[in-house]
């Protein structure tokens, strides 16, 4: 069967992003097992023969009833697969998704009868405010960052912005390029409606919200920006806990270092 990656250049480049970033997840080791989720809103290129293409399975349940997402096409990953496998072969690692007209069912149009991970009602209650509320960002990521979920386990560091300013502190990348910081979600458990309803409310805020003793989400104009925000919080956390290994807690940039940084490159906070 052709694949529906074959004569979309500009839908094939973002399986190639969402790939590429997978193999990333799996080798900063932030994605054992199946651990790890990506769901990307490729809406945009869905022409005219994509719209016409039959589903490849039943109609099944969202779970969750989104009337943004109307005749909304997205990548997910496929529930119990491996980023590791998924950085090679994606279409047979995940599937494209059809919402249909009730907001409240989808289903696959292809490539592979993927079943779409467990989590996706959360990941789709995401992408409906972020349409909502008229963001341009089309991608939501969750992962299993090591340092940042190991800084998670330490209480004092889960106050309002604690975290925040440690991670832009320890290198003025991070302030430029994380601007908005770290949310922080409470030990919820995984999968569940709680969890998903202080993820939204932290991403209001923040495009990286970190889940206590868990892993982070995060929402990105596409799946590369996203991994790029988690990347440099990541490298923050390795400068702080290398300072600590050397026996010294690390001085870190001072609060008008950090300001002269908002000054001269215009961030917004
Ligand atoms: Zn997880």
């Given at each position: 069967m052709k694949s529906i990656l074959e004569g979309r250049p500009a839908l094939s480049s973002e399986v190639e992003k969402i790939a590429e970033v997978a193999g990333y997840l799996w080798q900063n080791g932030w994605a054992e097992r199946n651990g790890g989720?990506?769901?990307?809103?490729?809406?945009e290129y869905a022409d005219e023969e994509m719209k016409a293409m039959p589903a490849i399975s039943d109609v099944k349940q969202i779970g969750v009833t989104l009337p943004a997402l109307k005749g909304c096409y997205f990548y997910c990953k496929g529930t119990g697969k491996r980023m590791r496998d998924l950085a090679r072969r994606p279409m047979e690692n995940g599937s494209i998704i059809r919402i249909l007209d009730d907001c409240a069912s989808y289903v696959i149009i292809a490539d592979n009868e993927v079943m779409p991970t467990s989590e996706l009602p959360s990941h789709l209650t995401v992408h409906a405010h972020l349409i909502e509320t008229g963001s341009p960002y089309k991608a939501t990521v969750h992962t299993h960052p090591i340092e940042l979920v190991a800084m998670s386990h330490n209480r004092k560091f889960l106050a309002k912005d604690v975290l925040t300013n440690i991670l832009?502190?320890?290198i003025p990348e991070t302030k430029?390029?994380?601007p908005l910081g770290l949310g922080v979600v409470p030990y919820e458990l995984p999968g569940s409606n709680t969890l998903a309803d202080a993820t939204l409310r932290e991403l209001e805020d923040y495009d990286v919200v970190l889940w206590e003793k868990h892993g982070v989400f995060a929402k990105g104009l596409d799946v590369m920006d996203a991994f790029d925000q988690i990347d440099v919080l990541s490298k923050s956390a390795?400068?702080?806990i290398s300072s600590k290994c050397m026996g010294f807690e690390p001085e870190g940039m001072s609060q008008e270092q950090m300001a002269e940084m908002s000054k001269a490159f215009n961030l917004p906070k």
């Open positions: 989720n990506i769901t990307v809103n490729v809406t832009w502190s320890m430029a390029f994380c390795k400068i702080y």
